[in-house]
Structure formats: C-alpha cells, structure tokens
C-alpha cells in the first residue's frame, strides 16, 4: 500500500515532536512524507518580508535571531552526528534571508523568504531519519511542483518527474519533502498559498499512484464544529468527499479547502489523524457517501464582506446577473453567497482587495450597499428536500440569533447563513446544542 503522508507546523514543531513523527512514518511505511515549516516560521518570515518592505532592519535582524535560537535548540535536541552538518544549512538559510531581505526587491523575493521555511525544517528532519539509521532521502519541491500562468499546478510534470524520482527507484527509502513550495511559470520560487503543504500533499500523493493520504495535524479529526470556539464536539469518524471539502471550504481548519478534489478525482481515501494521538482513529474521507446522519458538521468562514446591488433595472431584465459577475470576474474576486429578488442582489466575498474597483463599476447598475464583518455559517449533512422538517431545526436552533442572509443549494448537502461576526459563538453554539446529541458521543 502507498501511502503519502503530511505534518502541519505543530506536528514537527519541536524536537520532541519530530521524534513523534519519525515513529509514525515508519510505523505507517510512509513513501512519500511531505512536511510544512516548524510552527511559527512562516509568520515569521511574513514579518521579516514585511520589515524588510518598510527598512525596519533591526526588525528583519531581531526575527532572524528568534528563529536561529528555535532552530539551533531543535537541531541541538534531536540530531547528534549530523548536528553540524544541519546548523550549516541553518546558517546558508538565514545568510539568504538576509541577503534578500537588505536588498528588497519586491514580491518575489517574499516568496523566496517564505519558502526557507519548509527547505530548513525538512533538511533537519530528515537528518534525523538518517541518525535512526533509515534509508531518507531529502527532495526539493520546487524542482517538480510547477505552476502555470494562473497559478494551477501543472500534473503531467509533476506525475512525471515525482514518479521517476520515487515510484521508480528503492521501496525502502523514506521520501521527505516541502508542502506549500513551487515554482512560478517564470521560474521562481512560489508557494501555494498559506495552508498549501495539505495540497501539495494530495497533488505529490495523486501523482505517485498513493492508495492513501493522510494528513497529520494536532486534533483528532475532522470535528463535528469548531473546538475551538464551541463546547462539546466531537470527531466525524466517516465522511464523503463532498461533505469534506464543503466544510474545509467554509472554514473547518483543520484541511485546506483545495486538499479534496485530486483525491476525489483519483479516488484516494484521505484519513485525518493526530500526531499527538496517533493511535486515535481519526477521520476517513472516501467516496461512500453517509447518509445516516441528517446534520453532520458544522463550520464558519470569517471574514465576510456584503455587496448589494439594488435596481428596478433587474425587474423583468436578463442579462443583468451576467453583467454583475463579470465585474467580480475581471477582479478575480470569488463569490461565496448570492440571494436575488426581483429588484436587489446580494452577494459576499471573502477578499477586498479590489473592493473600490469593484464598486465603481458596479454604481452604473444602480444603488451599492457595503457590509463588512460578517461570517458565513454552514450546516453540513444529508439535508434532503424529501424529509420535511429539516429547515425547521436549523432556524429554530438560531430563534435567538439575527440572520442577514440564506443559502441553501441544489446538492442538498448543505444550508448556510450569514451572520454579524459578532454573533458567531453564539450562532455555532447554539446549532452544536440543538442539532447533535453531544451527551451521547
């Protein structure tokens, strides 16, 4: 069985905790093992990358140091014979992020400080796979995760040039590589965006023909809601791909919203686990659909911004809506929401870089009304337009709670509404309360 496995920042974010996934790896017979930075390092480098943008170097100098102690301290702590060895990268890693940082040049040298991360906290893991005495072997991302013009991953590079490295070569080596890293169609170092390393996972692991991806975090599994925020959850054991990436898309943190589609496609399970716990079960995300349940989870996206545009314009028109998206379309602004009436259409957004173009191609079509601060809620389940009832539950669950906008889509997999940031809590509490028997779990 191939197994592709991946380890956010926490999982390899000390000594102790790298030692914890060596003993995973092995024991699960990893092929390919995909790691993110140590926890903290790519916030880190965003401050460095912004210090450096405004030429507060004693910032740059100050984060540099912080993470020469956190590195020195896990090198110290877990490698013994190949100690000096990785302290020398270590220093050839910061000299860079330095020399980039003192001479700025703008974007792409963000990317560039950003990817060190990976590149360090990867090198020192696999040094101490070697002192264990296995066979690891370190590869470079960028140099077979390529990206086009639009950022999309180019697969039949990938597939080709990551099979002949690892399918194609010694069962029993242990393959390490970088999460979240690339490189651009103009041949820079890149990254995949913030949460990226579980998409490369999925993308290395279709590639190589895995049978499973699993992606190792600090919680047991995809929860029901949010622990973080809500009390009593608890772990979905089973969930179908659809279910998985709605959640992820609506904010469940614990998978990056992209993760789920190259898996579906190629049908490779994905399980989520705990590297704290790694005998808990998890959760396994497959195509077997499971309807037992009529609410299954619960997540919310934060971050929401508004846009109504009202016009006796819409009343009996066609064509208007088209004319709406393309605005958001030449911004490359997504759309998450939308609700229409005969006169008003409402949508929401989640990035507002572009929000005043946007607006000022929009007050041609008639009056625009902004709404910042919002979160969208999703009910995720087996919401099925057969079973009367199910709509009752939810909005009886929020009586107490004001509700600025309805969706509930033709899949019948899920509902969401909209609510003030303020009453987000609130709002999932009361769903968690009313919608799941907790006591019972």
């Known amino acids: 069985m191939i197994k592709t496995l991946k380890f956010g920042g926490t999982s390899v974010g000390s000594a102790a905790n790298m030692r914890r996934v060596a003993e995973i790896i092995t024991s699960e017979g990893a092929r390919l093992t995909v790691l993110s930075a140590m926890s903290g390092t790519t916030d880190a480098l965003v401050r460095i990358a912004a210090a450096a943008a405004q030429g507060e170097r004693e910032t740059v100098r100050e984060t540099l140091e912080m993470l020469r102690t956190k590195y020195s301290t896990c090198i110290d702590e877990l490698l013994t014979d190949h100690r000096d060895a990785a302290r020398e990268r270590m220093e050839r890693v910061l000299a860079r992020i330095a020399d980039e940082t003192f001479v700025y040049r703008g974007e792409v040298s963000d990317k560039l400080i950003l990817a ?21 072997e370190l590869l470079t991302s960028p140099e077979f995760m390529h990206t086009d013009g639009e950022g999309k991953p180019d697969m039949a590079r990938l597939r080709r040039e990551l099979t002949t490295r690892v399918t194609e070569t010694d069962k029993d080596i242990y393959y390490i590589a970088q999460g979240f ?12 965006g913030r949460g990226g390393s579980d998409y490369s996972a999925a993308l290395m692991g279709v590639a190589i023909g895995s049978d499973e991806v699993q992606i190792w975090t600090d919680i047991d599994g995809m929860h029901n809601n949010d622990p973080r925020v809500v009390d009593r959850t608890f772990p979905i054991r089973r969930m179908s791909f659809d279910e998985a990436a709605e959640l992820a898309y609506f904010g469940a943190k614990i998978l990056h919203p992209a993760t789920i589609q190259p898996c579906k496609e190629a049908g490779i399970n994905v399980r ?3 590297s704290m716990e790694p005998q808990a079960e998890g959760t396994l995300i497959s195509d077997a659909e499971d309807n037992a349940m009529d609410f299954h989870a619960i997540a919310a996206k934060d971050g929401i911004t508004v846009v109504r545009i009202a016009s006796a314009r819409m009343l009996m028109a066609y064509g208007f809506l ?12 997504p759309v998450d929401m ?16 572009h929000l005043e173009d946007i607006i000022r191609e929009l007050r041609p079509f008639g009056s625009v009304e902004v709404n910042r601060d919002n979160t969208i809620v999703c009910i995720v389940g087996c919401i099925d337009d057969r079973h009367a009832g199910l709509a009752a539950r939810i909005f009886h669950s929020l009586r107490e709670v004001p509700i600025r906008m309805i969706s509930y889509g033709a899949n019948h997999r899920s509902m969401a509404v909209l609510v003030a940031t303020k009453h987000k809590r609130q709002t999932l509490q009361a769903l ?7 006591f019972n779990r």
Do not use: P, W
């Open 116 to 136: 060190q991360g990976e590149l360090l906290t990867s090198a020192i893991f696999c040094h101490h796979m070697q002192e264990l005495g296995h066979r690891a």
């Open 181 to 192: 890293i690339c490189t651009d169609a103009a041949g820079n170092l890149s990254n995949l």
């Open 272 to 274: 989520l686990k705990n």
């Open 322 to 333: 088209r004319k709406v998206f393309e605005v958001f379309e030449k911004y490359r602004t």
């Open 338 to 353: 939308i609700t229409t009436s005969e006169v008003e259409v409402s949508l929401t957004i989640d990035s507002t870089c």
């Open 432 to 438: 968690n309360d009313h919608l799941f028997d907790c």
